[in-house]
């Protein structure tokens, strides 16, 4: 972004600078006219929070406001507002698109003279993007000379896997059933206890048959054979998907290495936010507490952010590549589909606020879009 000065629709003279790490600088004046007209405004949102015998808020003569404000919260509360509808104004008009809340210094306030002020806001930054056509092209061609095959050990160790899964639910069936015989005050022999010790290292060593009717149990499989198989194609697309990823970000990776990103704190920092909450909820998820969890490894929040941080930022410079080229390309998320399936994320997450969740939704449509569009260069 070039350094410029000009006049918008209501003859601010606006001076933009462009300072580092996709920060720029917005040096502002104001006409005297249009910042005098707010006095009137400043009056009636100064007036809601003072309270007079005699007077409801939001009511009391301006007359008799002055007499209990100083001139200076008066100004400052007319400065607020000009300076908020200019910003708005100077955003629409540069096409700029801020990240965060403007940090504003007036510089000059006074009855009947031009506002000026210097105000610094971080923006999305700009993006040089090399030839992602032909990096894709030529990465995406390795994928296709691979072919990735299933092995008879992958589908035994898979099975295998499967049964002592089964056979680990079952202990627990039992142990949850004797604890609960115990709770209801059920006392047992002493044989029957040997007994039940029998059968519990007996659920641990031995494994259930691998046979039609153990298959049966995991879905509508005529037999082994028909488990199988259908076994044997999950583990091959589970494959795919992997090395499709691995293709993914290798390509990603060579694009990001090749481009201009000049990455602002901001947007590292935003997405180590949502990194630690997606860690958070993991752990919870095992049952166990996170603040267990770090003193056990020994480390603080702030180390496991900061280990984070090199991850964060390279998540934060895919996704703004991703936007990139869905611009560069016009690749648009269908609005039906992104309906349809925040309709359907909204009724899983009901507490979680609707218009964050389309925007989720349609950014995980675009991305896919975007990669299938570079698969095809």
Known sequence: MANKINKNTLNTLVKIKKLEHSEIEITGEIP??????????????L???????????GHIPENILTTHLSEKVILEEMAEITIGAEYRNIITENSLEP??????????????????????VVVLPEIILTNYKKIAKEIYAKKWQKEIEVTDKEVEDAILEIRKRNATQR????????SLQKDNGKQEKEGDLK?????????ETDLPKFDDAFVKQFGDFKDVADFTDALKQNIL???QQRESDKIRLEMLEKIISSSQIDLPRVII?????KMMAQIKIDIERMGIKFDEYIKHLKKTEEDIRKDAEKDAEKRAKIQLILNKISIEEKIIAPEKVVEEQTEMLFKQYPEAEEERVKVYVETLITNQKVFEFLETQ
């Open 269 to 273: 920092e935003a997405e180590l936010d």
């Open 195 to 203: 007994k039940e010790v029998s059968e519990k290292k007996s659920d």
């Open 171 to 178: 202990k627990h069936t039992k142990e949850s059933e004797a």
């Open 32 to 45: 005297a006219e249009l910042f005098d007209k707010n006095r009137i405004q400043a009056f009636k949102n």
């Open 237 to 239: 697309f589970e494959k």
């Open 47 to 57: 007036s809601k929070n003072v309270e007079l015998p005699g007077f409801r808020k």
């Open 99 to 120: 990240l965060g809340r403007p940090e504003i210094n007036i510089t000059k306030m006074a009855p009947g003279n031009p506002l000026a002020f210097i105000m610094k």
